[in-house]
């Protein structure tokens, strides 16, 4: 079975534009979760999408969105990006229990300047 | 709010020794416990899964143990190896969301 795949890997991206994630879960799992990761925070959870419903959310602006398709793909989106958004976004996605093991992507790497 | 502690924060150690990662945490009502391993720069692979009524779970060289009542888990690497050089990180998930530790940054020397 392939992975978590994400796309892009690698962007750079200038303050106040947009920017728009993409994943990619195991076949047949339908849960998504966006997680962002730094140096300072650590892995902090953002949301999590289950059958194109937001199933939980995490605590950080309304500038952090996402949604999910009806294949179970997800897309999240940053809006009027700040320098502080500068991280490792990762999704992670699971069958959907909460007590299901997660399995996460390579992450895309969002550098804004 | 659920904390997690991973103890310590950084082991360096030469190949072929045994070694133990500590992970803590502070509310028991947890469904399972996730041990990770990260490289430079990459995402997150599972190496373990202990669920809360399990007491401990073994892939090859790895042993993880949970101890839910005292909040504890500890990751046991037999044989150690300078490929197990990376980032591991404990996870409990006690909700909808992975609370992560900070990890242990491990350094194996050969």
């Known amino acids: 079975k392939a992975g978590v795949t994400q796309t892009p890997r690698y962007l750079i991206k200038t303050r106040g534009q947009q920017v728009t994630l993409s994943c990619s879960p195991i076949s047949g799992h339908r849960s998504v979760s966006w997680y962002q990761q730094t140096p300072g925070q650590g892995l902090q959870f953002l949301f999590e999408?289950?059958?194109?419903?937001?199933?939980n959310k995490g605590n950080f602006p309304g500038r952090f969105s996402g949604r999910q398709f009806s294949n179970s793909r997800s897309e999240m989106n940053v809006s009027t990006l700040e320098l502080g958004d500068s991280a490792l976004y990762l999704c992670a996605s699971s069958p959907g229990r909460y007590d299901d093991e997660q399995y996460f992507g390579p992450g895309t790497r969002l550098t804004v300047t | 709010k659920q904390e997690v502690t991973q103890i310590p924060a950084a082991l360096s150690v030469p190949e072929g020794e045994n070694l133990v990662l500590n992970c803590s945490f502070t509310d028991s009502a947890i469904y399972n416990l996730q041990w990770f391993r990260q490289d430079p720069g990459k995402g997150l692979t599972s190496l373990l899964l202990?669920?809360?009524?399990?007491r401990e779970q073994t892939s090859g060289r790895l042993n993880a143990s949970l101890d839910k009542s005292s909040g504890r888990s500890t990751l046991y690497i037999a044989a150690s190896q300078p490929g197990d050089s990376a980032t591991y990180l404990c996870?409990?998930?006690?909700?909808?969301?992975?609370?992560f530790g900070k990890g242990t940054s491990l350094l194996v020397t050969p």
């Open positions: 996870a409990v998930k006690a909700g909808y969301a992975l609370n």
């Open positions: 999408y289950f059958s194109e419903t937001q199933r």
């Open positions: 202990i669920q809360s009524s399990q």
